[in-house]
């Protein structure tokens, strides 16, 4: 083992194996370990038996009561080891802290990554490969650090210098500026994370205005970070304004459309002309408004079809939103029935099948009208409301269809077929009377 002061402290360690006040620090760590759990075990509980009051914050620490146990017993065997070392040596102690604060570093980790890229869903095969890496990587450093090899290791990647451009970086520099960057960048989703999710359950916000302050905070957060992590790496800010150049030449020339869609998704979020929920009909496609995102809006069809449309075509075209102001819709029937038929009795029976149909509303109240006088009859209609669209129109169509039909047929109500008159000029006598005989045959048949 190299000689170095945290292999002293094992050889330390291991000679206090024969040493009786090494029960006293197993008993200190036991004791630790035990209320940094049982602490984390009362904090879950307490916020659960107040999912009404405390339901964001409950959110939150239900979560993160894995990442508060180690935490706490960190916290405890840091306070512990300064006031045993009075009395004895405390060399298990002093090992257990970067152990201890190993396994804490990991569970934070998981925790902010689960709460920006896995809320709400299971975690990708993508996250579940990135902490198994990350937690690697964070045991192998506690290994280095405990054998002594971790300076060697820093001043060996100081020594490998790479050119990059006129100048020349070493590893480790480089390294620590992309470790910076991400740091940096995780912070900031994960504050965005929770931003999005407090202003989410505000529910005296329209939705609308919920998704673009989510959508706003999170670029702001994102901006931020990369400033914050370029300045930290000790790139110089104004090289920027090179890149702002060719993105606007990008923007000219072939960026316009997608731009367009964002712009237009922060109008549309900003006007509030649409939410999320809406029962809306864009050109051909007809459905529930599932998310509204900064460049294009998902439009989920009645039959399961989920139609991502750009938000440029929100602007550009007219929108048929059949719940902007109300929920309400209105539908309506036709049907045509005999010149004998009764018609006020028809009409108030086709207010009373249409009121029984479960989804009709029953105010407005169903009403029933006598259109215009076909050839073949009178033609009548039958309007009703419904105030749940997303629900689909042609179920309840296809009920009320059938419950008029129904009492049609209980009435005794003629639903007359399409008749026509042919009568046939200038013929011969023959063909008058092949005529006449092939009728005659058919009509004895």
């Known amino acids: 083992m190299r000689n170095n002061a945290f292999s002293s402290l094992l050889i330390d360690f291991w000679s206090d194996l024969h040493d009786p006040g090494l029960l006293g620090q197993v008993a200190t760590l036991v004791f630790c370990l035990s209320v940094g759990w049982a602490i984390a075990r009362v904090v879950r509980h307490r916020l659960t038996a107040h999912d009404v009051q405390l339901r964001v914050v409950r959110l939150g620490v239900e979560s993160f009561s894995r990442v508060l146990s180690p935490l706490v017993s960190l916290a405890l065997i840091a306070i512990a080891k300064p006031l045993l070392a009075q009395y004895q040596h405390v060399n298990l102690l002093k090992v257990a802290i970067p152990l201890v604060g190993s396994f804490a570093l990991i569970r934070l980790s998981f925790y902010v990554l689960h709460r920006i890229f896995v ?38 990647l100081d020594d490998i210098v790479l050119p990059v451009g006129r100048h020349k970086v070493s590893l480790l520099t480089m390294l620590q500026a992309a470790a910076s960057v991400l740091v940096t960048l995780v912070i900031a989703l994960w504050a965005a994370a929770t931003l999005e999710e ?26 931020v970070a990369v400033l914050v992590s370029l300045s930290l790496v000790g790139i110089d800010l104004t090289v920027l304004s090179v890149f702002g150049g060719a993105l606007g030449v990008g923007l000219g020339l072939g960026l316009q459309k997608i731009v367009s869609s964002y712009v237009s998704g922060f109008v549309i979020l900003f006007e509030r002309s649409l939410a999320i929920g809406d029962m809306v009909t864009i050109d051909k496609y007809s459905g529930q408004v599932t998310q509204i995102n900064t460049r294009y809006t998902v439009v989920r069809g009645l039959e399961g079809v989920e139609t991502v449309i750009p938000n440029e075509m929100l602007l550009s075209g007219p929108v048929l939103n059949y719940s902007l102001t109300d929920r309400a819709l209105r539908l309506s029937t036709r049907v ?24 009709v509303a029953s105010s407005p109240a169903p009403q029933s009208y006598l259109i215009k006088f076909e050839a073949d009859g009178l033609e009548l209609e039958l309007g009703f409301w419904i105030s749940d669209p997303e629900n689909g129109r ?52």
């Not at 029935?337 to 989804?359: E, H």
């Open 336 to 359: 045509t029935v005999g010149y004998q038929t009764d018609i006020d009795l028809v009409l108030r029976l086709m207010v009373q099948v249409a009121a029984g149909v479960p989804r």
């Open 394 to 445: 042609t179920n309840v169509l296809s009920d009320v269809n059938r419950a008029v039909w129904k009492m049609l047929q209980e009435n005794q109500i003629e639903v007359p077929y399409p008749q026509r008159e042919v009568r046939l000029i200038n013929l011969s006598p023959e063909s008058e009377s092949r005529i006449s005989n092939t009728v005659r045959a058919t009509e004895t048949s």
């Open 119 to 156: 809320r709400g869903g299971k975690a990708g095969i993508f996250v579940l490969i990135f902490e198994k890496a990350f937690a690697t990587l964070v045991w192998l450093g506690v290994a280095l650090y405990i054998t002594g090899w971790w300076p060697d290791l820093l001043q060996y």
């Open 198 to 223: 407090r202003l989410m359950r505000m529910d005296s916000v329209h939705s609308s205005l919920r998704v673009v302050m989510a959508r706003m905070g999170r670029a702001v957060f994102i901006l």
